[in-house]
C-alpha cells in the first residue's frame, strides 16, 4: 500500500536554529499537508498546498514557518528559528483531488532545546 | 467554524467488550467526518470515514460509525475488544471532499484489559 514517508523520525534541534522537516507525499496525490501534535494536545492544521502555493494556512503558520515542493517528489516544512514551544510531532499528510480521507505519515518528532 | 468533540480522553475495557468512542461535531455545512487511529510511536492510520453515503459506516479493523444528522454525532464502535486495540483514537471533519483541513477532537485513548 502506498505510504506517505517522513524523515527523520526524531529531531533535536537548538533553539533558534532552523530546521527542515522532510516528506514524500504519495506520488499521485495533488494536496499536500502539515499538521502538528504537542505532546497531550490536539492534532492541529498547519498548512495546505496545492498547484505548487499555499491554499491555506492557520494562524499558528506565522513567517517562521515555510513550505515548498522543491522537486516532483518532495514536500518540506521548513521553520526557520525554533523555539522551545515548537517541539512537537510534525505530521506530513496527502490526499487525490477526489478522495476523502488523507494519507498521512507516520510523523517526525521535533525536540527544541 | 467546525468543532470536534470526543467524550472522555481515556476508556477502559475488557477484551471482548464493545467498544464505543463518542464523537460530536459541529459544523455550518454538510460535514465529512473521518476517525483515526493512532498507536504508541506511529502516525495517524485512517479507520473509516463518512462522506455522505450510508450513515452506517464500516471501517477495518472490526470498527463502524453512525452518522446521526440529528444528533450531530458519529460515534465509533466494535463489539468485541482486541488487545490489538489498545491506541489512541480521534475523530475529525472537514467540510470538503479533500483540499480543505481536518479539525481533530482532542482524541480518547483506549486501554484494553484482559
Known amino acids: 500500500e502506498p505510504e506517505v514517508t517522513q524523515t527523520p523520525s526524531h529531531q533535536v534541534t537548538q533553539m533558534g536554529q532552523e530546521v527542515i522537516l522532510h516528506c514524500v507525499p504519495i506520488s499521485n496525490h495533488l494536496y499536500f499537508y502539515w499538521y502538528r501534535q504537542i505532546l497531550g494536545q490536539k492534532v492541529e492544521f498547519l498548512v495546505s498546498?496545492?498547484?505548487?502555493?499555499?491554499?491555506?494556512k492557520s494562524e499558528i503558520f506565522d513567517d517562521q514557518f515555510s513550505v515548498e515542493r522543491p522537486d516532483g517528489s518532495n514536500f518540506t516544512l521548513k521553520i526557520r528559528s525554533t523555539k522551545l514551544e515548537d517541539s512537537a510531532m510534525y505530521f506530513c499528510?496527502?490526499?487525490?483531488?477526489?478522495?476523502?480521507?488523507?494519507?498521512f505519515g507516520s510523523g517526525t518528532r521535533l525536540t527544541v532545546v | 467554524a467546525q468543532s470536534v468533540t470526543q467524550l472522555g480522553s481515556h476508556v477502559s475495557v475488557s477484551e471482548g467488550a464493545l467498544v464505543l468512542l463518542r464523537c460530536n461535531y459541529s459544523?455550518?455545512?454538510?460535514?465529512?467526518l473521518f476517525w483515526y487511529v493512532q498507536y504508541p510511536n506511529q502516525g495517524l492510520q485512517l479507520l473509516l470515514k463518512?462522506?455522505?453515503?450510508?450513515?452506517l459506516v464500516k471501517g477495518i479493523n472490526g470498527f463502524e460509525a453512525e452518522f446521526k444528522k440529528s444528533e450531530t454525532s458519529f460515534h465509533l464502535t466494535k463489539p468485541s475488544a482486541h488487545m490489538s486495540d489498545a491506541a489512541e483514537y480521534f475523530c475529525a471533519v472537514s467540510d470538503k471532499a479533500a483540499g480543505n483541513k481536518l479539525t481533530f477532537g482532542g482524541g480518547t485513548r483506549v486501554l484494553v484489559k484482559p
Open positions: 498546498f496545492y498547484n505548487n502555493e499555499i491554499s491555506e
Open positions: 459544523s455550518s455545512v454538510p460535514p465529512y
Open positions: 499528510a496527502s490526499s487525490v483531488l477526489d478522495s476523502y480521507g488523507y494519507t
Open positions: 463518512y462522506t455522505s453515503a450510508a450513515t
